[in-house]
């Protein structure tokens, strides 16, 4: 697991990118921040780190749904049925419904730019406290 220097235990984020240059990308976006990164190799590592890892989890996820498959999607509302309320910032293609079901706060799409997911997550706000979203019927 990389992590910043200074970091607190509060500030958390799990990153999930497979591809290296996407990693690498969000890696400069967020480096030297006040945070620790956690990184995910696989949607279940995701839903693992979120809901059944101890305290303390990580109050934003950074994925890549591009790098993602179908099921993979289906699988990771599993975090929300679950009981994890953080934030989401989506890398790619992200449809409205499935921006809906899964309550993602913000989609950054293609071409990935500077300072795009670092704003992305000031906006979000690292240091709330994570709330209840509530389910779609």
């Known amino acids: 697991m990389p992590t910043n220097a200074n970091v607190t235990s509060r500030n958390r984020i799990l990153i999930f990118a497979p591809d290296a240059g996407v990693m690498a990308w969000v890696e400069s976006e ?42 993979d999607v289906l699988g990771l509302h599993a975090i929300r049925d679950r009981g994890w309320f953080g934030s989401i910032v989506a890398l790619g293609n992200v449809s409205p419904e499935l921006r809906a079901s899964l309550s993602v706060e913000q989609v950054l799409g293609r071409p990935l730019v500077a300072e795009q997911l670092r704003t992305a997550v000031t906006r979000v706000g690292l240091d709330q406290a994570t709330r209840r979203i509530p389910k779609l019927r």
């Open 30 to 71: 967020l480096g030297g921040q006040a945070f620790s990164l956690q990184v995910a190799r696989s949607a279940r590592e995701i839903v693992t780190a979120l809901v059944d890892d101890p305290p303390p989890r990580a109050q934003i996820l950074v994925s890549d749904f591009d790098a993602l498959s179908a099921s």
